[in-house]
């Protein structure tokens, strides 16, 4: 696609609820990251995926995140037993290699998250 | 950890005048990037800067990376009402894939 695409754009769920966000990178990329942005802060590193593999899980906050790639394309962030404190905007971004010293990450247009 | 701060945290300007916004390291970067986020909108990527006294421009703004790519900074002449949003510099983190971004200046114009 032209560029990398979220859903869904906002979700509210309940505290203690499963949620799902959905990534679409930019077609042909092969690096994909999520970011986690709270209210006046800067995106935090979560996880970035280089294929199918997470090569990276460091920034995900506790065992209630867990991201896939199946396929190496679309990913999923699945957040079990939602708390009110990971209402945030989570970003993905992708970028062609992943790993270099000058790639370019490329943000979607973020998946709002509150938890009620 | 590396930490990348920013200062001003807001930045509210009048038209037609100029600023600076400024990125600095805890630790020396490889590169540096820049970031604009509009108002509900997402980050977009301006620049990356890799060498040391690097020094890009993209019509009114300038960047530059410092010689010892600790810092960077971002200089805007003439601001109009298109600059408004927040400005992140990010730079390499444990791994180079992994951005760490700064908190951002915001900037608000007056008419």
């Known amino acids: 696609g032209a560029g990398v695409s979220q859903t869904p754009s906002n979700k509210v769920t309940e505290k203690g609820k499963y949620v799902e966000l959905r990534c679409d990178p930019i077609?042909?990329?092969?690096?994909l990251y999520w970011y986690r942005q709270s209210l006046g802060q800067g995106p935090e590193f979560l996880i970035y995926?280089?294929?199918?593999?997470?090569?990276?899980d460091s920034g995900l906050p506790n065992d209630r995140f867990f991201a896939v790639r199946p396929e190496g394309s679309v990913s999923t962030l699945k957040i079990q037993r939602t708390e009110r404190g990971d209402s945030a905007v989570y970003l993905c971004?992708?970028?062609?290699?992943?790993?270099?010293?000058?790639?370019?990450?490329?943000f979607g247009p973020g998946t709002r998250l509150l938890v009620l | 950890g590396q930490q990348v701060m920013q200062i001003p945290q807001y930045q509210h300007v009048q038209e037609g005048e100029d600023f600076t916004t400024y990125c600095n390291s805890s630790?020396?970067?490889?590169?540096i990037q820049w970031y604009k986020q509009r108002p509900g909108g997402h980050p977009v990527f301006l620049i990356q800067?890799?060498?040391?006294?690097e020094v890009k421009k993209q019509k009114r703004l300038t960047f530059q990376f410092g010689e010892a790519k600790k810092n960077s900074s971002l200089h805007i002449t003439a601001t109009q009402t298109t600059d408004v949003g927040t400005y992140f510099c990010?730079?390499?983190?444990?791994?180079?894939?992994?951005?760490?971004f700064g908190a951002g200046t915001t900037v608000t114009v007056r008419a």
């Open positions: 990010a730079g390499p983190g444990s791994n180079d894939y992994k951005l760490s």
């Open positions: 800067l890799v060498k040391s006294g």
């Open positions: 995926f280089q294929g199918t593999g997470a090569a990276d």
């Open positions: 630790t020396t970067l490889s590169n």
């Open positions: 971004a992708s970028s062609l290699e992943g790993g270099g010293l000058q790639e370019t990450q490329y």
């Open positions: 077609s042909g990329h092969t690096a």
